[in-house]
């Protein structure tokens, strides 16, 4: 479903992202982790458009995306929310939820239209709401909501584009520890559905060992490991040069 081949990026003197090659299959959930500045994000941003890779290809579903824009990547079906929260500020939760569906559906953008002339298009826009269970605040503006519940949101609005691929970004960061099983349980049900694949940058490792099919590890913009959870986070080479502590807990 998603391949990087070589892929790579340059600032300067400095390769953030250094020949990257990896497959991602539909129906897995692959994590990405690795100590601060491994360039995590900067490959996320590289296979979602936000950033141009100086070498190397992005292909989706087989074909290359790598001189696409990030507004054509996702309507080829590439998903992604970022480490700090997307949204219309100024706009009410279902508002929110309800333009990425209109956009999904090619309905157009008119922010003033009649709500009923698109029934479908709402009902679809209250369900997402109340999956992410931010039902009773469909009506609040979404700069008003706490940080947690904007996470929330933020994911209801990746799911309303329906993507083949599922990038995740540190979803739980900054929630606290009532909030994380929401979001861990939206990634769950995605996952089960067996015909997406899913990208996740987390830095938790409990939270990698319960969720993911798949590890791999960057450490200065190179990948040094790629395996399936329990080999990776036992590997001496992985526990004490790129996780640390935290996988010597997680374990």
């Known amino acids: 479903m998603l391949e990087t081949r070589n892929l790579t990026v340059r600032f300067g003197g400095h390769v953030a992202v250094d020949h ?79 333009l990425v569906v209109q956009s999904r559906r090619h309905e157009g953008l008119n922010l003033w239209s009649v709500w009923l002339d698109r029934k479908e298009t709402l009902a679809r826009a209250h369900e997402l709401v109340k999956q992410v269970q931010l039902g009773d605040k469909a009506d609040a503006i979404a700069s008003s909501l706490p940080h947690g519940d904007q996470r929330k949101l933020e994911v209801a609005m990746l799911m309303a584009l329906d993507p083949q691929v599922f990038m995740f970004d540190e979803p739980t960061a900054g929630m606290s520890v009532d909030e994380v099983p929401v979001i861990l349980d939206l990634i769950r049900m995605l996952k089960a559905r067996r015909d997406a694949t899913i990208l996740l940058v987390e830095h938790k490792m409990d939270v990698v060992r319960e969720l993911a099919d798949r590890i791999i590890v960057l450490h200065n913009g190179q990948l040094v490991a790629d395996g399936e959870p329990a080999t990776v986070i036992a590997s001496p080479v992985v526990q004490q040069a790129y996780l640390g502590m935290a996988a010597k807990e997680a374990a």
């Not at 897995?28 to 601060?36: D, F, K, M, Q, W």
């Not at 979602?48 to 080829?76: K, M």
């Not at 992604?80 to 508002?95: G, I, K, S, W, Y």
């Open 20 to 98: 990257v090659s990896c497959a991602f299959q539909p129906g897995t959930l692959t994590a990405i982790v690795g100590p601060n500045g491994a360039g995590k994000t900067t490959y996320f941003n590289l296979i979602s458009g936000q950033l141009r890779a100086t070498e190397g290809q992005v292909l989706l579903g087989g074909h290359d995306i790598t001189a696409e824009p990030a507004s054509t990547r996702t309507h080829r079906g590439l998903g992604r929310a970022f480490q700090l929260t997307q949204l219309f500020p100024n706009l009410t939760v279902v508002e929110n939820v309800r």
